[in-house]
T-cell receptor
Framework: GAGVSQSPSNKVTEKGKDVELRCDPISGHTALYWYRQSLGQGLEFLIYFQGNSAPDKSGLPSDRFSAERTGGSVSTLTIQRTQQEDSAVYLC????????????FGPGTRLTVL | AQKVTQAQTEISVVEKEDVTLDCVYE???????LFWYKQPPSGELVFLIRRNSFDEQNEISGRYSWNFQKSTSSFNFTITASQVVDSAVYFC?????????FGTGTRLQVFP
C-alpha cells in the first residue's frame, strides 16, 4: 500500500514568514511522529500523536513550532516567524500503534529559510 | 540517559568487501527496542530491522546481518559482499518511550 507522504517536498521561505508542512500517514496507522534532520543536530524528535490523546510536544524547540492532527489522520506542522536555524529536512513517520511498533518514514520536506 | 553512539562517521570500501557498522547504546530500561535505518541519497529513511532486548539471536537477511550483544550494549550491522547500491547513510536508533533516539549515522561509500 501507499507509504507516508509529505508535502511540499521543498519549501523556500523568507525569514519571518510562517510555513505549513503536511504529512499523510500510512492508512490505519494510529501513531504519527515528526522529526527534524539538520547538519548540526542530526535527527531529532519534535512531536508525536497517538490517536485522540494529547500529543507529546516535548521535542518542539520553541513556541514558534506547533502541530495538529485532524481526524486522527493528516498532520500539519506549522512554524511561525521562521528563522534561518529552522532550515532542515522535516521528516514525518507513522506506526500502527505507539511504542515498539516500527516507524515508517516519509520522504521529508526540505525547508530553506533565507 | 538514553543515547546511541555511532563512532564511525564515514566508511569507504570497494565492491564485494564486507563491512561492519558499529552501534553502541545506553539505556536504563530493561525492555527496549533497537532499530537500523538506511538513508540513500534520495533522502528517505528506509527501515531495515527492529530488535527487542529479550531477543539476542543474531539475524541474517540476505547480505545483511545484525549482531546484538547486551553485554557490550552493541547492535552492529554487517553487509557481506557490499554493492554500490549499499552506498547510503545508516542510522542506528533506540526507542525511548514512544520516540526514536538516533545515532549520528555512518556514511558508507561503496566504490566499484
Amino acid at each position: 500500500g501507499a507509504g507516508v507522504s509529505q508535502s511540499p517536498s521543498n519549501k523556500v521561505t523568507e525569514k519571518g514568514k510562517d510555513v505549513e508542512l503536511r504529512c499523510d500517514p500510512i492508512s490505519g496507522h494510529t501513531a504519527l511522529y515528526w522529526y527534524r534532520q539538520s547538519l548540526g543536530q542530526g535527527l531529532e524528535f519534535l512531536i508525536y500523536f497517538q490517536g485522540n490523546s494529547a500529543p507529546d510536544k516535548s521535542g518542539l524547540p520553541s513556541d514558534r513550532f506547533s502541530a495538529e492532527r485532524t481526524g486522527g489522520s493528516v498532520s500539519t506542522l506549522t512554524i511561525q516567524r521562521t528563522q534561518q536555524e529552522d532550515s532542515a529536512v522535516y521528516l514525518c513517520a507513522s506506526s500502527f500503534r505507539r511504542g515498539a511498533d516500527t516507524q515508517y518514514f516519509g520522504p521529508g520536506t526540505r525547508l530553506t529559510v533565507l | 540517559a538514553q543515547k546511541v553512539t555511532q563512532a564511525q562517521t564515514e566508511i569507504s570500501v570497494v565492491e564485494k568487501e564486507d563491512v561492519t557498522l558499529d552501534c553502541v547504546y545506553e539505556t536504563r530500561d530493561t525492555t527496549y527496542y533497537l532499530f537500523w535505518y538506511k538513508q540513500p541519497p534520495s533522502g528517505e529513511l528506509v527501515f531495515l530491522i527492529r530488535r527487542n532486548s529479550f531477543d539476542e539471536q543474531n539475524e541474517i537477511s540476505g547480505r545483511y546481518s545484525w549482531n546484538f550483544q547486551k553485554s557490550t550494549s552493541s547492535f552492529n550491522f554487517t553487509i557481506t559482499a557490499s554493492q554500490v547500491v549499499d552506498s547510503a547513510v545508516y542510522f542506528c536508533a533506540l526507542r525511548n518511550t514512544d520516540k526514536l533516539i538516533f545515532g549520528t549515522g555512518t556514511r558508507l561509500q561503496v566504490f566499484p
